[in-house]
Nanobody, 127 residues
Framework: EVQLVESGGGLVQAGRSLRLTCAASGFTFDDYSIGWFRQAPGKEYEGVSCISNSDGSIYHADSVKGRFTISSDNEKNTVYLQMNNLKPEDTAVYYC????????????????????WGKGTLVNVSS
């Protein structure tokens, strides 16, 4: 059974940090690009960051570049999203998602193309 389990969300003040974790199981980790989407109330999914476990490519959306860092531990089948200098506009449900794709890029990182999804974790940033 494929599972993507997110953890690490919570309520935090603006300017602080959080680290999200996505634990993956049930598929060949190295064949996939794994990343994070977020959805704020009333808004569409936004692709935040992704990382390829095949070629090591990484993508960060302009809205988080310089503040968020995605990383992967292939031995643990886990992907992390370190979020620093959080802003109220970062408030959203964050979802981990995986796509069988050897390369990660902004052009290819679209919600409709993801093969697997986690259930999400809420990040709430207060001003």
């Amino acid at each position: 059974e494929v599972q993507l389990v997110e953890s690490g969300g919570g309520l935090v003040q603006a300017g602080r940090s959080l680290r999200l974790t996505c634990a993956a199981s049930g598929f060949t980790f190295d064949d996939y690009s794994i990343g994070w989407f977020r959805q704020a109330p009333g808004k569409e999914y936004e692709g935040v960051s992704c990382i390829s476990n095949s070629d090591g490519s990484i993508y960060h959306a302009d809205s988080v570049k310089g503040r968020f860092t995605i990383s992967s531990d292939n031995e643990k089948n886990t992907v992390y999203l370190q979020m620093n200098n959080l802003k109220p506009e970062d408030t959203a449900v964050y979802y981990c998602a995986a796509e069988i794709n050897p390369h990660c890029s902004g052009d290819g990182f679209k919600a409709r193309w993801m093969d697997y999804w986690g259930k999400g974790t809420l990040v709430n940033v207060s001003s």
